[in-house]
Each structure stands twice: as structure tokens, then as C-alpha cells.
């Protein structure tokens, strides 16, 4: 798993602010277990990523939970991501791009950069290795 965690010492206030964005990540992470259209594991990622400048003591808890912590530990030790979850995550990315793109988002320029940042994030996605 990264341990590659460095507190941010000498700054409290963004430290608190990334320890609350961390707690809130995880929440919302938690979440989106259970509702379908809230990405648990980019939020459990964002948590991990504000505990580990934050919080050393909540970055383990994190990695050590034994329901979050192998969401995550693929992608943070570069061992790759569940087929399943990589097939999960495009299909939801181009379901809510779609679905914002035609019904709520009216200039078409922003239409445009919408299918645009689409793509990139695909690509991204298929080019993550596959946990085996």
C-alpha cells in the first residue's frame, strides 16, 4: 500500500481543512455504497489522499478497514482495480455525462467539454491495470 504519507506540519488550518475534506470524502464515500450514482471509490481515494498530508492515525484506518480499505489499496499500491469495478465506473461515467449533457447543461460548448473530459477519462480508466 503508499505509505508515502507526508503531514503537512506548520500549517494547521489547511491541515483541518484537509482533514474535514478527508471525513467528508469518506462519508460521502460511505454513501455512495448504498446510492448508486454517488462514486464511492474516486471519494474514498480523495479521503485518502487529504488523510494522508492530514492525519497519519485516519490514513491507516482507512487503508486497514476491512470493508474501505481494499476499495482503495488496488489503485494506491498499483496492483490495478477490479474488472468489475473499471466496467462499473466508465458505465457510470458516460450514463451521468450523458444524461447532464442532453438534459441540463444548455450551452453547447459545455456540452463539448463535457464528452471531452468523457473521453479522457475513459482512457484513463482503460488504461489502469486490472487487479488479477
Do not use: Q
Not at 503537512?8 to 478527508?22: D, E, H, N, Q, V
Not at 467528508?24 to 471509490?41: A, D, E, S
Amino acid at each position: 500500500m503508499c505509505t508515502d504519507s507526508k503531514i503537512i506540519t506548520g500549517k494547521p488550518l489547511l491541515r483541518w481543512a484537509l482533514f474535514f475534506t478527508g471525513v467528508l470524502g469518506t462519508l460521502l464515500g460511505i454513501l455512495g455504497i448504498f446510492l448508486p450514482l454517488l462514486p464511492t471509490v474516486p471519494l474514498l481515494l480523495l479521503a485518502a489522499a487529504c488523510f494522508a498530508r492530514s492525519s497519519d492515525r485516519f490514513y491507516r484506518w482507512l487503508l486497514d478497514h476491512n470493508r474501505l480499505g481494499p476499495m482503495i489499496s488496488g489503485y494506491l499500491d498499483g496492483s490495478g482495480i477490479p474488472l468489475r469495478a473499471k466496467i462499473m465506473a466508465i458505465a457510470l461515467l458516460w450514463l451521468s455525462i450523458t444524461l447532464s449533457a442532453f438534459f441540463f447543461v444548455p450551452l453547447v460548448s459545455v456540452k463539448f467539454l463535457l464528452f471531452a473530459i468523457a473521453i479522457g477519462v475513459t482512457i484513463y480508466l482503460v488504461r489502469l491495470p486490472l487487479l488479477e
